[in-house]
């Protein structure tokens, strides 16, 4: 793909980069819902992962590169045969496929992390990008720490990337150290003493250590950059990414001074940044940006009565511009799952006719639960049931004991897949830690829990409670989330949801390395109160 003067490409990696943020992991089809979303808000190219990294996460790139047409659907892969040629497997389907690969160039990676002279880095880069084009026509290649790397080393192998078929040259703020007078200095170094540098698209990756990710990229555009690498509600390693949304209301508010459009569908920002929150179970901060809950609110008096006079005294944008709406009442008891799914997909969710169903049939059972099903409650639903996933045990009933001066207990009732129904009680320090602990008792699973959050969906006192758990288990953090208008409900279903992950991983796992062996028992549970399944 080339860029004209006055378009931007946007590359998202919030599938790769994003995933890369501590208990941000997703599965499959967590993943394939965050491409979709993604092709509808336009992105230009999605990088959705890293093939090398695991089976799982080759499994991802190739199910969106089969199934997500529209965007380029690119694959990164490290300077290594083995690397690229698992890349290139995994995005050969795509209708549009491109390939990213990466080499540290700068000083400090080149003596303690590569151990390589400069000679022998411009060697592998010129070898990679050689055989990378002969596998994928699109070939971006990235000098990780570009932006510490002296700039007559960084010229002399993007011109040799450039000669070996690489048709975008990315240049990476890897950790954030950049200011954007220096970034903006590095474009313009390579624009200019670079001789090849017109026959490919430069773009600019910067992270957000020192907080400067979204204004370094826009001194590369300013400079020439015509693709920005970024992220949804600018998530990623360590204090994050470029974040799309910014950047985008950036030249859009003042094409002024930028001068470049984007294909991106503004009124999607908000319904994306969502939908990756509750994916991600990152939130955003109220005060973020474009898509915080306070970012179009107005408190102080003199800026009430400005907007209530002209709304452009105190609002440079538009809530509507970026899909900011109202929450209104939508659906009630009486509608049918013909109105449920227009409303679904006016969302932005592709939900499959099987989920539309228990999606409709969850809205049913939360209509007599509830006075009032806002948009909100919709989306939570929606959220739920593409999180949901294989499940091994399946909630049947909880009940909870607690007061003052009670000791605080909980029985639970779980399904097990193999068609054994497990009862188990056991105290703990409150309510919800005694599920936590009986869950654990049943299934022989005891993560180690690091986060626990409750917030309320919706308004009223009927509202749904969402519980958000983040845990790890054998050193690999795994999330899980779950709405009910029960919050204890709601805790056990979010907590079952991690043991879900772990123990069907642990089967894999099992199957994995015991092909000869005869199928897998159902794993051992305390077995007083088993009872026959009525199914």
């Known amino acids: 793909m080339t860029a004209a003067a006055d378009r931007l490409l946007i590359l998202d990696t919030t599938l790769r980069d994003g995933e890369q943020s501590p208990g941000a992991t997703m599965n499959l089809a967590e993943k394939l819902e965050v491409a979709h979303a993604l092709r509808d808000l336009g992105v230009d190219i999605i990088e959705a992962g890293f093939p090398i990294a695991s089976t799982g996460d080759f499994e991802a790139v190739r199910t969106i590169a089969r199934e997500v047409e529209g965007p380029i659907i690119c694959a990164l892969a490290r300077c290594n045969e083995q690397d690229i040629e698992r890349a290139a497997d995994a995005v050969r389907d795509a209708a549009r496929p491109r390939m990213h690969i990466f080499l540290a160039t700068s000083a400090i990676h080149r003596e303690f992390k590569l151990q390589m002279t400069p000679e022998e880095i411009s060697h592998r880069a010129v070898e990679s990008v050689t055989r990378a084009k002969e596998l994928c026509d699109d070939i971006e290649f990235s000098p990780e720490d570009a932006a510490r790397t002296e700039l007559d080393f960084l010229d002399e192998i993007v011109e040799k990337a450039i000669d070996a078929g690489a048709t975008t040259i990315n240049i990476p703020d890897t950790v954030g150290y950049s200011v954007p007078q220096h970034y903006a200095a590095v474009i313009r170094h390579l624009k200019k003493h670079v001789r090849n540098i017109d026959k490919a698209v430069i773009s600019a990756h910067c992270h957000n250590d020192l907080g400067l990710a979204v204004a370094n990229s826009l001194a590369a555009i ?289 199957r994995i390395h015991s092909t000869d062996a005869p199928p897998k028992e159902a794993p051992a549970v305390r077995m007083a109160g088993v009872i026959d399944d009525p199914h």
């Open 222 to 510: 300013v400079e020439g950059a015509r693709q920005v690498e970024c992220t949804i509600n600018g998530i990623g390693e360590r204090a994050g990414n470029c974040a799309l949304e910014e950047v985008v209301m950036a030249l859009k508010t003042r094409a002024d001074v930028f001068g470049v459009t984007t294909g991106i569908n503004t009124k999607l920002l908000y319904p994306t940044s969502r939908r990756v929150a509750h994916i991600t179970g990152i939130q955003v901060q109220r005060n973020k940006a474009i898509v915080g809950q306070n970012a179009f609110a107005h408190e102080a008096g003199i800026h009430q009565h400005g907007v209530m006079k002209h709304r452009e005294t105190y609002e440079i944008m538009r809530p509507e511009e970026v899909g900011i709406l109202k929450t209104d009442l939508v659906l009630g008891k009486h509608s049918g799952k013909h109105a449920l799914r227009e409303r679904v997909t006016q969302m932005g969710y592709h939900l499959s006719d099987e989920q539309l169903q228990r999606v409709f049939d969850n809205f049913k059972a939360l209509a007599d639960r509830k006075k009032t099903v806002y948009d909100a409650d919709i989306e939570a639903l929606a959220e739920t049931e593409i999180r949901g996933g294989p499940k091994l045990w399946t909630l049947h009933a909880v009940t909870c004991n607690s007061g003052s001066g009670t000791i605080p207990s909980a029985a639970v009732v779980l399904w097990h897949r193999e068609g054994n129904i497990v009862k188990e009680a056991s105290i703990g320090d409150g309510p919800i830690d005694a599920v936590f602990k009986t869950i654990e008792a049943i299934t022989g699973i005891e993560p180690t829990l690091r986060d626990f959050r409750i917030r309320s969906v919706t308004v009223g006192e009927d509202a749904q409670g969402e519980a958000h758990i983040e845990a790890e288990y054998m050193g690999k953090s795994i999330t899980g989330r779950a709405v009910s208008t029960d919050i204890i409900e709601a805790s056990a279903l979010a907590f079952l949801q991690v043991i879900n992950r772990i123990a069907l991983k642990q089967e894999f796992g099992s």
